[in-house]
């Protein structure tokens, strides 16, 4: 749509091809592009991070839900700790506020002391059991009602989509080509061995393969001939506030956990924002991101046996996102069917949190499956710093807006998102083409208006940027038009039956 | 950085800024200065195309860029400094405002009294929570409005809009002049929230039905919207299972409701009323930061802008007054409530008169009514009360009252009721065109 031509685009032999440009593709991208391989990131949408990695907590778990030993709790543990210098190289702000589990009851309270254990188990070491005191304390708005709570320190939270800009911009840097708008139609298997994938956009000769494909990636392995796991695709939807209410909550607070998720939690967001949701309904349709009355309900009702009064009013948007369900675990390593082949697959919750270990990980498998891992001696795992006018102080303001005038317009006023920050945004590696896109990497139009004031704004500086008419510049998806021209208004409908 | 003194500042150069600007200028505030995010002054009246502005202002049918035009050329007459293209980041106590401009860069003002001008924005989809799919294709009405008027792009074919304040009214007229098949209007409430001129003119003349008492149940469409789903609601607003029916369109636009933009006064301990989402003030429109006064949207949201125009003059005056050194200073205000019938009323609060004989108050009723008394009551006793042949919460209530009748009272409030016999059937009067 705005590129150049296909066979530009997508080059006809790389040494490993990664399919799917979620945080856990891009994550594996970056890891790759330590070493001197070329790798091509297949992604069928016009942007990366469109599925799961769109619409999750955002949250970098402690890492004691899972049971001991498996991928769950061992990635969760190495994930989280990766992200500290991870965060620092690649300009993913992440914060470290805390979790809670809070407890109803007696029962629930000893469902607390099993999670501490497991914790322990796991490795984890500062979890502590509070009583109800220490916990309003902490929280003064949650429910007097609730008994006590389990507290680990070392949860943090960060936003989902920039650590997959993060990974996939370091990536590029290093080498790593991101192709969009390339959709993966089979595999070749030749003596039970990857040797090529087929795309949207032509055939791309490669030995391996990496399955990231999130929600499609039991699709993807059916491709290659291996119908060893299948994917449930498992809904989740969410209310978001405006950081006006963003102290509702200091920490992540999640309810005692169920059998089937970790349940209703109330939560900061690294921007200052609050959130409440998951629910968790299995659908049927791997692409059903509809929000249903039934949902808010449920995930209201939730968030008010932890938080008894929520700032509704304040409410400024909904989203659901698509867990992909394998089982109880992560689907991770070499494929027992095809050689070339290896899975990262089945990546829910703790998805985000483990992804860079996730990349660690599927790494090590490749090199035991043959890949020569020659390290790349060009490689650098920082990004540069791009300027947040919102986080400047009035000096630092002053020069930026002296060297290039665009950081002294302001377009997105809910969010004080400038001119010179979307345009940065939209020249970046794996710069936005997209609202969405410009909305993901530098939050213009994700504030209370939702876009009202800024998005006609927005639109022109996308146009302006990628040389294309205001008419071709999409919301996200490649049928996502906006505006047609005004000669193009006129119904095909009779006008008023 | 350059450091700027100011007698007056308005944030904002929509018609109150610009209103409250010149009644500070008159009232002898010698350094008034506007600032305006836009490359223009006029807010957003220069996206109304519509004609209708003005018949109390100025006598006169305008549209809405010929009335932001008198203002603009009545500013550059009065030698009030305007600075374009700027946005206010901060207005701190004290009245220290801090802006950005690309051409400028950052700079700060000081000044003795500051005009919170900032309008409002429109309420979301976010906000009323509509469920389904989030495709494009589905924004607010006012945005559509600058696309369609200033832009010169169309947001869809086949539209549906969803709430019938005015601006969705506006733009159903607007775009089935554009063409577009405009297929329904539906409204949650029993009523229509927008004037009863614009139901007339932008949807009866157009056969645009209105489908009162229905609410939108779930948005279609994966990419960009193919439709929505639509039920009626009960008396408690919940959509009637069993009631459900689809509509195809591929534009949805909302109007849905206005919110005064008052984050600059959030970020300190600007008091709000909670129903109207704007300050609380006095009659010299003073709110509780010292210095700071409001007017127009920001301050509550108006139907017309001919009372946006005069709340904003009280606001200037006031506010040069202020800087004069000549507004007397108050602690011990008479609060105004909104009795039976009335949803608010703006001044909230009262403080001792100012030299003026009456005092203007803003209302809005709870639910709309046919002939109707609105009263004044003072320490029980009603001291005032004026007939309506018609009362709508779309419609403003304006009362003058004289100072004499509120007097000494310590308890002082609003209501409308049914009036007691039924006056002659007549005619609601013509209002004029909703901003």
């Known amino acids: 749509m705005l590129e150049a031509s296909a066979s530009d685009r997508l080059p006809t032999q790389a040494d490993v091809v990664v399919i799917g440009g979620g945080v856990v593709g891009c994550a594996i991208a970056r890891e790759l592009s330590r070493y001197r391989l070329s790798v091509v990131v297949l992604e069928r949408a016009p942007d990366v991070a469109m599925g799961t990695s769109k619409a999750n907590s955002g949250i970098l778990h402690a890492g004691f839900d899972a049971e001991p030993g498996t991928w769950k709790a061992r990635l969760n543990v190495r994930g989280a700790r990766l992200y500290r210098e991870i965060s620092e190289d690649l300009g993913i702000p992440r914060r470290r506020v805390g979790s809670l589990v809070v407890a109803q009851d007696a029962d629930q309270l000893a469902t607390l002391e099993e999670l501490r254990l497991r914790g322990i188990e796991n490795g984890l070491t500062g979890l502590a059991l509070w009583g109800r005191d220490e916990l309003l304390a902490h929280e003064p708005n949650l429910s007097p009602e609730l008994v006590g709570a389990l507290w680990a320190p070392m949860a943090a939270i960060v936003c989902p989509f920039t650590a997959t800009f993060a990974f996939a911009e370091n990536a590029i840097r290093n080498g790593a080509r991101i192709v969009t708008e390339c959709a993966v139609t089979g595999i070749e298997v030749v003596d039970n061995r990857v040797t090529a994938v087929k795309t949207s956009l032509g055939r791309i000769a490669t030995s391996y393969v990496v399955n990231a494909a999130g929600v499609h990636s039991g699709e993807v392995a059916l491709m290659a001939g291996d119908d060893s796991f299948t994917i449930t695709p498992r809904r989740g939807e969410y209310v978001l506030f405006d950081h006006s209410v963003g102290d509702l909550v200091r920490s992540v607070v999640f309810p005692t956990p169920t059998k089937l998720s970790k349940g209703i939690l109330v939560a900061p967001t690294v921007h200052g924002n609050v959130f409440i949701g998951p629910n968790a309904s299995d659908i049927e349709d791997l692409e059903d991101h509809e929000t249903t009355r039934h949902g808010f309900a449920e995930i209201i009702s939730g968030a008010r046996r932890v938080v008894p009064n929520l700032p509704l009013g304040n409410a400024i948007t909904e989203f659901a996102g698509i867990r992909a369900v394998a089982g109880k675990d992560f689907v991770i390593g070499l494929s027992p069917v095809t050689g070339g082949l290896v899975h990262a697959a089945g990546i829910q919750s703790p998805g985000l949190t483990a992804a860079p270990a996730i990349a660690e990980t599927i790494v090590e498998y490749l090199g035991e499956a043959g890949l020569k891992l020659v390290p790349n001696p060009a490689f650098t795992p920082i990004n540069p710093v791009r300027p947040k006018f919102v986080d400047m102080s009035i000096g630092e303001r002053a020069r930026l807006i002296a060297a290039d005038p665009l950081y002294g317009r302001i377009i997105c006023r809910c969010e004080s998102i400038t001119e010179g920050e979307i345009v940065a945004a939209i020249q970046a590696p794996c710069g936005a083409r997209t609202m969405d896109g410009v909305k993901r990497r530098v939050r213009a139009g994700m504030g209370r208006c939702q876009g009202g004031f800024c998005g006609p704004r927005v639109t022109a500086i996308i146009a302006r940027e990628l040389g294309v008419a205001v008419t071709e510049v999409c919301k996200d998806s490649a049928g996502s038009w906006l505006y047609l021209p005004r000669s193009e208004t006129v119904s095909a409908e009779p006008n008023h039956a | ?435």
């Open chain 2, 1 to 435: 950085m350059h450091e700027f003194h100011y007698d007056v500042v308005t944030i904002g150069g929509g018609p109150a800024g610009m209103a409250a600007a010149l009644s500070a200028k008159d009232a002898g505030a010698k350094q008034v200065l506007i600032i305006e995010r836009d490359r223009e002054l006029g807010g957003i009246l220069q996206q109304c195309i519509h004609n209708g502005f003005g018949l109390r202002r100025f006598d006169k049918e305008l549209t809405g860029p010929g009335y932001a035009h008198r203002y603009i050329e009545m500013v550059k007459q009065a030698g009030i400094d305007v600075w374009l293209d700027s946005t206010v980041l901060s207005a701190d106590p004290g009245g220290i405002i801090t802006s950005v401009s690309p051409d400028k860069g950052m700079r700060v003002v000081t000044c003795a009294a500051t005009v919170y001008s900032m309008g409002c924005r429109e309420r979301t989809r976010g906000a009323i929570r509509i469920p389904g799919s989030r495709p494009a294709g589905v924004l607010t009405a006012g945005a559509a409005q600058r696309m369609v008027n200033m832009e010169g792009y169309s947001p869809g074919r086949n539209v549906v809009i969803v709430g019938s304040g005015d601006i969705g009214l506006i733009m159903a007229r607007r775009m089935s002049l554009e063409g577009a098949h405009v297929k329904a209007v539906f409204e949650i409430m029993p009523y229509s929230n927008g004037l009863n001129r614009n139901i007339v003119q932008c949807l009866e003349d157009f056969d645009i039905p209105l489908h009162l008492s229905h609410s939108v149940v779930a948005v279609h469409g994966e990419d960009h919207v193919t439709g929505i789903t639509v039920a009626k609601v009960d008396a408690k607003l919940n959509p009637i299972a069993g009631t459900e029916f689809d509509m195809d369109c591929d534009c949805l636009l909302l109007s849905v409701g206005l919110i005064p933009e008052n984050e600059l006064g959030r970020a300190h301990a600007l008091e709000i009323d909670p129903v109207t989402g704007g300050a609380v003030v006095d009659q010299f429109r003073r709110t509780n930061m010292s210095g700071f006064f409001a007017a127009g949207n920001v301050l509550h949201v108006h139907d017309l802008v001919d009372w946006v125009s005069q709340e904003a003059e009280i606001a200037g005056r006031s506010a040069a007054l202020h800087a004069l050194g000549k507004l007397p200073k108050v602690n011990v205000f008479r609060s105004v409530a909104a009795g039976d019938g009335i949803r608010y009323v703006v001044p909230q609060k009262l403080s001792p008169p100012g030299g003026r004989p009456t005092v203007r108050f803003f209302m809005r009723a709870t639910q709309p009514m046919g002939a109707s008394v609105v009263q004044l009551h003072a320490d029980g006793q009603i001291v005032w009360e004026s007939n309506h042949p018609v009362v709508k919460p779309s419609e403003m209530i304006v009362a003058d009252i004289p100072w004499k009748k509120i007097g000494a009272a310590r308890e002082i409030s609003f209501t409308v009721a049914p009036a007691p016999e039924e006056p002659e059937s007549r005619d609601a009067p013509q209002a004029e065109e909703a901003l």
